[in-house]
């Protein structure tokens, strides 16, 4: 496992997004409810849309709405900005 090799806030976020895939997204949400976001992934997109992902699929509406508008408002590329707009907001 990567995280035991080079342990990083990022391999700890992709993990959780593996998981949520697996467990469903409470499980992938724990996963990286005790970790801080790294000075390189906070405020990210990446970071902001895989908790709006999560946050949406667990039926948290409110805190996902918060997640993505900082990951579309954060996004570096119109296209981007599209292709989460599309994600953060796909019926499940």
Do not use: C, F, K
């Amino acid at each position: 496992m990567v995280e035991r090799i080079a342990p990083s806030p990022l391999h700890t976020l992709n993990r959780a997004v593996a998981v949520a895939e697996w467990q469903g997204p409470e499980v992938g949400l724990a996963l990286i409810d005790g970790i801080a976001a790294s000075a390189r992934l906070s405020g990210s997109y990446l970071w902001e849309a895989v908790l709006g992902d999560l946050h949406r699929r667990a039926g948290h509406s409110e805190i996902a709405q918060h997640h993505r508008e900082r990951a579309l408002s954060s996004a570096p590329t119109d296209t981007l900005r599209d292709l989460l707009r599309r994600r953060l907001t796909a019926p499940d």
